[in-house]
Every structure is written in C-alpha cells, then in structure tokens.
Nanobody
Framework: QVQLVESGGGLVQPGESLRLSCKASGFAFSALAMSWVRQAPGKGLEWVADVASGGDTAYADSVKGRFTISRDNNKNFVFLEMTSLKPEDTAVYYC?????????????????????WGQGAQVTVSS
C-alpha cells in the first residue's frame, strides 16, 4: 500500500537548520512530482515546495532562498533542507503527492489537492 513516512523534525533555535526526510513506497515515486506542505498551529494548510520527477523545483515565497527540496529516485526519498529558520516556520510538515501539475499550487492549499499524505513531522523554532 502507499506509504509516506516523514522523519527529522524537532526543536531548534531561530537561525538554525533542520533536514526533513520522507520515505515513499507503494507507488511509482520516481515518475511523479512530490511536495512539502505545512500547517502552523491554528492555521490552514500552506504549500511549501514542489520537486518534479527530474529534479526541477518550485518554492513558496515565504521559504524561497532558505529551504531546498530535493529527491533521491533510487532510494525513494524526498528531502526538505531548511536553513535560517524563523519562529513563523513552526508547523507540522507533511510530505505529499500532488494531484495537480508541478509548480502550480492551489490557493488556498486544499487537502484534496494531494493524493497521498505522510503522518507529518513537527518542526518547532523557538529560543
């Protein structure tokens, strides 16, 4: 069956870095775009980034220049490298497989925009 399993969340101080990983299984991972989506406490879903099957990337303005999405198609992983973290980056981060076209996120982000979701990884940025 389809599984997306995130890891790597935690508590960091402002300005620090963190790397999230997502292991995919049960579907044709290497042929499909993947996304990271987050949800801050008391707020709606927010698209963070897409990575196409061939490695092209797209980012939300709020994370551009600070976050890097990448993938390893041989091992079925997608990553999110987060640097210069801010308190407003505090959220549950989800790995997800989008139904829509790469790089064309819906606004506002909707749950049915994605076919598959991971369980989420908590990222807390606080001093």
């Amino acid at each position: 069956q389809v599984q997306l399993v995130e890891s790597g969340g935690g508590l960091v101080q402002p300005g620090e870095s963190l790397r999230l990983s997502c292991k995919a299984s049960g579907f044709a991972f290497s042929a499909l775009a993947m996304s990271w989506v987050r949800q801050a406490p008391g707020k709606g879903l927010e698209w963070v980034a897409d990575v196409a099957s061939g490695g092209d990337t797209a980012y939300a303005d709020s994370v551009k220049g600070r976050f890097t999405i990448s993938r390893d198609n041989n091992k079925n992983f997608v990553f999110l490298e987060m640097t210069s973290l801010k308190p407003e980056d505090t959220a549950v981060y989800y790995c997800a497989k989008p139904r829509r076209r790469f790089g064309s996120p819906w606004f506002p982000t909707r749950r049915d925009e994605y076919d598959y979701w991971g369980q989420g990884a908590q990222v807390t940025v606080s001093s």
